[in-house]
Structures are given as C-alpha cells and as structure tokens.
C-alpha cells in the first residue's frame, strides 16, 4: 500500500510538471544585396567612396533599419553603354540582387555616339537587369544622367550639351517606362549646380558628395518602398 501510494505521488508531481519548451527555428532574413551599374556618376569620381551615392544610400537605408551588405558597384569613368555591357558580360554571373540601379549614357551622348544606338543598348541593359533582379522590374530602378553643362568643364558648350543630355534622358525614360522601371530624375538637381559650386567636385565636372546627397534625399523614400514591398 506504501509503494501504491508513493507511486501515485509521482505520477501526480510528474504530471504537473511543465513541458519543456519546442526547438524554435528563428529564420533571419538575408541582407539586402545592391547592384549599381553604370559610370563614373556611379563609381563617384573625385569623391572618397563613401560619398558615392551608392554607398551613401546603403548607410541610409541602414538607419532606416535595413539590413544591407555594401553595394556591389560594376561602373567605370568613361564608359558608355556598350562598355557596361561588355562589363555585364563578365563580372556577372547568375547572381540575384534584391535593388539593381542604372545610371548610365553621359559618355555616349560626350563620344557623339548615336541616340538610336544608345536606345538599342538601353533596350539589352534592362533585360539583363531583370534578370539580375531577384523582384524583376520591381527590384530594379533607373537615375537620369545628370547635366554635366553647367560644370566649368562643359561651360562653355552648356546649351548644346543640355539639350543633347535632354533627348538621352528622354530616350532613357522611355526604355524604363517599357521594362515598367522607376525612373527618378535627378538632372534638375545636377543643374543647380550653376548657382552652387560647391555641389561639384574638384575635378570641375563631376558631383560632389554633396550632390549626391540630394540625390539620395530624393529617391530614398521609393527605394524604401521597393524593399518594404518585397519583405
């Protein structure tokens, strides 16, 4: 009877016992990986890297809460469209990004090149950008060329190369619009420019950090939305 009773008890305190709590698998979502393609507005000459305004959009994203791995830039001073695309070529491979930017036509509009072969190019640039997109069209977006006419290297041809970088933003606009691509048009900023030096770099032609700044200003929110989108 003493056993019986002792048994009981033990089953009792056994089953008052709490569960051990379940394996939990917390998921962390992957950072945020960034593909900026383009020139030297993207690779920021003249400026120190982490004024590019790549870099300085990754750091804001990051005190917006965005977990972001440091831009991956594939850009070069001097390169025109045809040029990015060699570049595309063979520095990527089947790599996903979540945000891809373009930025890119201010050599082919400076070397005399044609607008119709820049469209052409444009047209083969997006298509491959998508495809580097993780999101599609959604994760990809297009920065105008900015007016490098007002700096005190173009001063002196600020109509011509004006109008010109006008047609070539037109033309880019358009492409964007058919691969259903934001485009944010930075060129009013770039042309302040005219009345503010110190939004130039020391090189007399190129932004200065300061530039790029504004332009990150400008587009942060719908980058924002971009990520917030696909999360």
Known sequence: MKNKLILI?????????SKEPENITVLEEDPVRFLALGDSYTIGESV???MRWPMQLAERLREEGIEIEEPRIIARTGWTTGELLEAMETQLNNEKFDLVSVLIGVNNQYRGLSPEDYEQ??????????????????????????????TPFGADNEEKIGMELDEFNRIFQKVAAEY????????PISRRAKEDASLIA??????????????????????????????
């Not at 008890?9 to 016992?17: E, N």
């Not at 259903?180 to 060129?187: A, G, K, Q, R, V």
């Not at 200065?208 to 917030?228: A, C, F, H, P, R």
């Open 121 to 150: 190019d444009l047209h083969e640039i997006f298509r491959r950008a998508i495809q580097f997109s993780q999101n599609g069209a959604a994760g990809v977006f297009a920065v105008s060329i900015p007016d490098y006419g007002v």
């Open 202 to 231: 020391t090189d007399d032609l190129h932004p200065s950090g300061k530039m790029y700044t504004l332009w990150v200003d400008l587009i942060l929110n719908e980058v924002l939305q971009k990520i917030e989108t696909d999360k």
């Open 48 to 50: 120190p890297v982490p």
């Open 180 to 187: 259903e691509i934001d485009f944010y048009n930075i060129t």
């Open 9 to 17: 008890l033990l089953l009792v305190i056994s089953g008052c016992k």
